[in-house]
T-cell receptor, first 108, second 114 residues
Framework: GQNIDQPTEMTATEGAIVQINCTYQ??????LFWYQQHAGEAPTFLSY????GLEEKGRFSSFLSRSKGYSYLLLKELQMKDSASYLC?????????FGAGTTVTVRA | EAQVTQNPRYLITVTGKKLTVTCSQN?????MSWYRQDPGLGLRQIYY???????DKGDVPEGYKVSRKEKRNFPLILESPSPNQTSLYFC?????????????FGPGTRLLVL
């Protein structure tokens, strides 16, 4: 089966940086995704890593190490609107498996 | 406008009464899938389809059926719903494989089984 772990909750101050870690053990690997989900809404795509290294996209960056089964999402210059749940997901051919999500609370 | 639509958005039903949640996409996507989301468990894939008449089980298929007779539609069928199927359901479509910028999620269907 798939096992994807991420912290349940994180709190940070507006303007700060937060790093959300994700570790995975899956039977196959065709890419890792990060999504943002606000309460009651559908997830929205943030980033995609298939090769080792860092992908940067504005205030958001994501890192992948396939040998360690590890990824992180880095959120810089936090804003109040970044308060949401962040989901790590691993693709294995047609299957997409998600972690339970990390709720990030941004405080003024 | 590119979109995935789901109906109904909210449904209250009773144990054992068959129901269907419809999902339709207007982007000519090959791939469609169904997920359920429960507190503390995240999104879990129920079934997926890589093209017309091609479907496969996700991580939690028990108690559900799907069909893909047309490219645009991928209904989720609960033949005999039970209270443990109370959940928030999302349909998604993507151009080829799941995930990424080409994946679109529907708005979700909240199901309560009494």
């Amino acid at each position: 089966g798939q096992n994807i772990d991420q912290p349940t909750e994180m709190t940070a101050t507006e303007g700060a940086i937060v790093q959300i870690n994700c570790t995975y053990q899956t039977s196959g690997f065709n890419g890792l995704f990060w999504y943002q989900q606000h309460a009651g809404e559908a997830p929205t795509f943030l980033s995609y890593n298939v090769l080792d290294g860092l992908e940067e996209k504005g205030r958001f960056s994501s890192f992948l190490s396939r040998s360690k089964g590890y990824s992180y999402l880095l959120l810089k210059e936090l804003q109040m609107k970044d308060s949401a749940s962040y989901l790590c997901a691993v693709r294995d051919l047609g299957k997409l498996s998600f972690g339970a999500g990390t709720t990030v609370t941004v405080r003024a | 406008e590119a979109q995935v639509t789901q109906n109904p958005r909210y449904l209250i039903t009773v144990t054992g009464k068959k129901l269907t949640v419809t999902c339709s996409q207007n982007m000519n996507h090959e791939y469609m899938s169904w997920y359920r989301q429960d507190p503390g468990l995240g999104l879990r894939q129920i079934y997926y389809s890589m093209n017309v008449e091609v479907t496969d089980k996700g991580d939690v298929p028990e108690g559900y059926k799907v069909s893909r007779k047309e490219k645009r539609n991928f209904p989720l069928i609960l033949e005999s719903p039970s209270p443990n199927q109370t959940s928030l359901y999302f349909c998604a479509s993507s151009l080829t494989a799941p995930g990424g910028e080409t994946q679109y999620f529907g708005p979700g269907t909240r199901l309560l089984v009494l």
